[in-house]
């Protein structure tokens, strides 16, 4: 029997209960709606409460390490070595090994992501393959970041005998950022409208030469933005360098792709559980320069894509 | 820039076909377009009209569903069969509906074709910039601004720049896909003036929704109903003295 | 002009291998750790490595049991969502329903600015904060924990769910929440009631991804779970993950042992796990959208 409160277009919301408890009908017979509402008021304060949590732990946790670390921050503790088995002085290595590992991730990754994008924006078909593509782009994106570290380690640095090198890590952290690059570049290519490629081929251009010259250049932002999210995510990344880059101490910088590198995700966990008595100072400055540094990027990347879409002329 | 034509008629179509995967758009449509005359498409919408336009300088083949049969020559040369797409564009250009200019400048608009054929002199190229401009009679506006973005002009302005872009690939044929759509009456008069000067030198294919404006530019004029050409001839004859029914039936407005 | 047609074939392939690189990696990693982790089942069989409650692979003869490990991950990821589930969906309904304005902006930036932690730098926090509180609060021995992990766990699963959630909330059709309130609900009936089942299924997705994060996580755990490599009892004792072993261990092996060709197995178990996970959240995910 068709229930009599629910009209017919809107029977997907019975449910074979009786009617809300808020409904005029229901109101009439139970007088609950006061009640509904104390009900509501709670509700929304839990909501409220929870949201909180949520906001305020990331402020938390940033202020606090601020508060804490931001007396070791100086000019000597980012540009000297560090000393007294890294109880004193600088992190100059990590901060190096960092840059460096990261710069060769992006030279490594950003072409072939790009080259996935735009394979699936201009390409593609809409066919088995590529549907696989977009299966396995899923996948990598959802491997744990130590098994990157393994097949790094497997692949890069015993099988290609790269030995645990700034070549292994940055490859191996290429992998693990592939699906970040892969996934703006081609929201930005998306984003391109299609009457650019129309006219680029109206006009005697070939695929290419529209892809090159009415689509890329006008992609760029959100391409730049997805490679500097990409770079942040590598900077961060502790895991998937454990067993290809990083080194404990190094006495010089690296100079050298298949030399090995500190970097700072790495040296703040050693700092922080492998050697006792570190000065709290010393450990909550590494971890502030790491959260700047990646923060930064992430506020770099926010900042360019408001800078774009305000610029936008189409 | 009009290269001399084969027997008298520039584009040849014969028993062509065209399918977006199982659906027909156009059924065995045969006619000759001679050179240096405006051929007017006129019909309801859904008949074929724009398949047939965009046939012509093989736009239908970014779709991947498209497929044809029959044939169409420029010059005796089949455009699918003998040449290659790219080659096929440069001679026969298009101006659609909206205007749209790329996010560029005025400059880099008009010679975005030219510098993609290898042309690279630029000497050359603003010859090319001044001449197309002059010929879509928009020079005089822009000639002290051709660095600004495109985007900066009145969408009548941007309509005419999309014709001396077009221009500017020297083309031999200018196809014009419903291009006074979005303009005011005032730009709509420039452009139709345009084409009647351009009639000078190129061949030129007008796809309109509005019969009056093909009834004042063209010199014949082609009816299509559902995909078929139901009748073509000269604009006079068509407009005052129709020899289909359907024909007078839509030019009278009793559909449309 | 025949050339240039070369170079733009050479390029088109190039985008076309490209493209297909994503599934060769995939494959790859997977061969890779098959290779190395399947040599294991030479010594020990598929059963006593799946269910063996010992984990002494160093000791003489090593047992490769990881039944300890795979409970002590499920505790810690059990733990994680049972706290990120609901405050998760709770500050999605807030952020996409009732915040309006700067508000809402700056909830969405405090979330996202969660996202962009790295997890050494929550795991430093977790050992250095946490871990003495807990220790504190409950008089343990150590405040490294099952408990510990899952607190500092769920504050990384929480931006995953929240921005799902927040999607799937969005997506749905203004007209839902019309009828809703013009027949009568108060709005906290209409988003409890009519909206989240609704959103069912994005939310679900949201979960899974939550879930596939928290298991995945190497770092956060190492540091604040204790590494003890034993069946676990209750919340307030160290436990050690599977994630925690390979990244704690891996260093020590002699390349081509046993205990190597563990860690790749246990390797294994973890692609197989997130492979999965990944799966059922994508199957929903586009449920959702159709």
């Known amino acids: ?314 | 820039m009009v290269t001399a034509a084969f027997d008298g008629v520039k584009l040849a179509m014969r028993d062509w076909s065209v399918w977006y995967g199982a659906v027909r758009a156009l059924k065995s449509i045969t006619l000759d377009i001679t050179p240096r005359e405006i051929l007017g498409v006129i019909g309801p919408s859904s008949s074929g009209k724009t398949s047939f336009l965009r046939s012509l300088n093989r736009m239908n083949d970014t779709n991947p569903a498209f497929r044809y049969t029959g044939t169409i020559t420029m010059d005796g040369k089949d455009l699918y069969r003998d040449l290659d797409s790219q080659q096929v564009r440069r001679r026969v250009g298009i101006v659609f509906a909206l205007p749209l200019p790329l996010p560029i400048s005025i400059y880099d608009n008009l010679t975005y074709g030219p510098r993609l054929r290898g042309e690279c002199r630029p000497q050359r190229l603003n010859e090319l910039v001044e001449h197309s401009l002059q010929a879509a009679s928009l020079w005089d506006e822009v000639k002290d601004r051709l660095r600004q973005s495109a985007m900066k002009l009145s969408g009548g302005q941007q309509q005419r720049l999309c014709i001396a872009r077009t221009l500017a690939m020297e083309p031999e044929v200018i196809l014009f896909d419903e291009p006074c759509s979005g303009l005011d009456p005032i730009s709509t008069a420039k452009v139709e003036e345009t084409m009647l000067q351009l009639r000078a030198q190129y061949t030129l294919v007008l796809v309109t929704n509005n019969t009056k404006q093909a009834a004042r530019v063209s010199d014949r004029v082609a009816f299509f109903l559902m995909g078929e050409l139901i009748e073509l001839g000269k604009t006079h004859a068509i407009f005052t003295a129709p020899q289909d029914r359907r024909t007078n039936d839509y030019v009278t407005g009793r559909f449309g | 002009m025949s050339w240039s047609r070369v170079r733009e074939r050479m390029i088109e392939w190039g985008i076309l291998l490209c493209g297909i690189s994503s599934i060769a990696l995939v494959v790859l990693i997977f061969c890779f750790l098959l290779k190395e982790g399947l040599a294991l089942f030479r010594a020990v069989s598929a059963a006593e490595f799946l269910g063996g409650q010992r984990w002494y692979p160093i000791s003489e003869p090593p047992q490769f049991g990881i039944l300890s490990l795979i409970l002590g991950s499920c505790w810690v990821t059990a733990g994680a969502v049972m706290l990120s589930v609901p405050l998760g969906i709770a500050s999605a309904l807030f952020i996409s329903e009732i915040a309006k304005g700067w508000v809402k902006e700056t909830l969405k930036t405090g979330v996202e600015l969660l996202a962009a932690i790295p997890s050494v730098v929550l795991g430093f926090i977790g050992i250095t904060v946490l871990a003495p509180g807990i220790k504190h609060a409950f008089h343990l021995p150590t405040g490294l924990t099952a408990l510990t992990g899952s607190i500092t766990l769920a504050f990384m699963a929480m931006p995953t769910i929240v921005s799902i959630t927040e999607d799937a909330l969005t997506a749905l059709p203004r007209g839902y929440r019309e009828a809703a309130l013009a027949l009568g609900a108060t709005r906290w009936q209409m988003m409890s009631r009519v909206l989240l089942r609704a959103a069912g299924s994005g939310i679900v997705a949201a979960v899974m991804l939550g879930i596939g994060r928290v298991i995945g996580e190497t770092m956060a755990v190492m540091m604040v779970t204790g590494n003890a490599a034993v069946i676990p009892r209750s919340f307030l004792q160290p436990v050690r993950t599977m994630t925690a072993t390979i990244a704690a261990e891996m260093g020590e092996t002699v390349r081509g042992s046993d205990h190597y060709f563990a860690l790749f197995a246990i390797g294994i178990v973890l692609f197989a796990i997130s492979f999965v996970i990944n799966l059922i959240a994508d199957l929903f995910l586009h449920r959702e959208r159709t």
């Open chain 1, 1 to 314: 029997m068709p229930d009599p409160f629910w009209p017919p277009h809107l029977s997907a919301f019975a449910s074979g209960e009786p009617p809300l408890r808020g409904s005029p009908k229901a109101i009439r017979q139970v007088g609950g709606w006061r009640r509904a509402l104390w009900t509501q008021r709670a509700a929304f304060s839990l909501l409220f409460l929870a949201t909180c949590v949520v906001a305020i732990a990331a402020v938390a946790v940033i202020g606090f390490i601020v508060v804490r670390g931001f007396e070791a921050l100086s000019w000597s503790f980012l540009t000297t070595m560090p000393s007294g088995g890294m109880r004193s002085g600088g992190i100059f290595p990590a901060i190096v090994g960092t840059l460096e590992l990261v710069g060769l991730t992006v030279l490594l990754a950003l072409p072939m992501g790009l080259g996935a994008a735009i394979y699936l924006t201009e390409y593609a078909v809409d066919n088995w393959l590529t549907r696989l593509i977009r299966l396995a782009i899923v996948n990598l994106s959802g491997v744990p970041s130590v098994v990157y570290g393994l097949f790094g380690f497997g692949l890069f640095v015993i099988f290609c005998r790269f030995g645990t090198s700034l070549l292994s890590g940055a490859l191996t952290l290429a992998i693990m950022i592939l699906p970040v690059i892969i996934t703006a570049s081609e929201e930005a290519l998306r984003s391109v409208p299609k009457s650019f490629r129309e006219v680029s081929l109206s006009l005697g251009a070939s695929r290419w030469q529209t892809i090159r010259h009415a689509v890329l250049p006008f992609a760029v932002p959100g391409i730049m933005t997805g490679t500097i999210l990409g770079i942040s995510r590598a900077a961060g990344e502790t895991a998937p360098i454990l067993f290809t880059v990083a080194a404990f101490y190094l006495p010089r910088l690296p100079h050298s792709l298949f030399d090995q590198a500190m970097a700072l995700p790495y040296h703040l966990y050693v700092i922080s559980t492998q050697i006792p008595n570190i000065p709290a100072t010393q450990r909550y400055g590494t971890a502030l320069v790491l959260l700047l540094l990646v923060l930064s990027l992430n506020g770099l990347a926010v900042m360019l894509r408001i800078h774009f879409r305000r610029r936008r002329q189409w």
